[in-house]
């Protein structure tokens, strides 16, 4: 089963959560979702919270057979990290979007507004 998390990393290191497809780092001093995490313990959570990491759990999920992608991206829109120096574009359910691109281009993305990520969103799934 997956989780989705809020965490606000006020230590000094950047924090890796195991997510669906790989891993999203939080940087030191930064905040953010990690969708579609792997389920963390109260002792994980208590051990983050040591280190000045507070990790709250905005989302149960439902188990992974019964998640069904919806058919539309749902904002807001998040550039995650999948590891191996990949990044793709996520919606709020977690649901990947578009093709996949290198940390520069997640950094751009993750820097824009609502409004122009939505708008390249739709760039990215408009049909060719």
Do not use: C
């Not at 999203?24 to 990491?53: C, H, P, Y």
């Not at 759990?57 to 995650?80: C, D, R, W, Y």
């Not at 999948?82 to 990947?96: A, H, L, R, Y």
């Amino acid at each position: 089963m997956t989780k989705s998390y809020h965490v606000n990393n006020t230590s000094p290191v950047h924090k890796a959560f195991k997510v669906r497809g790989g891993h999203q780092v939080v940087a030191a001093g930064k905040e953010a979702d990690v969708l579609n995490a792997r389920e963390l313990s109260e002792a994980q959570i208590d051990t983050f919270a040591r280190d000045g990491v507070k990790v709250k759990l905005i989302s149960k999920g439902k188990p992974e057979k019964e998640q069904t992608p919806p058919s539309e991206p749902v904002p807001p829109f998040t550039a995650h990290d999948k590891g191996g120096g990949w990044w793709g574009i996520v919606d709020t359910n977690g649901q990947s979007i578009g093709k996949n691109f290198r940390t520069d281009e997640a950094d751009a993305f993750n820097a824009l507004d609502d409004e122009a990520k939505a708008a390249k969103v739709v760039e990215l799934t408009k049909p060719e």
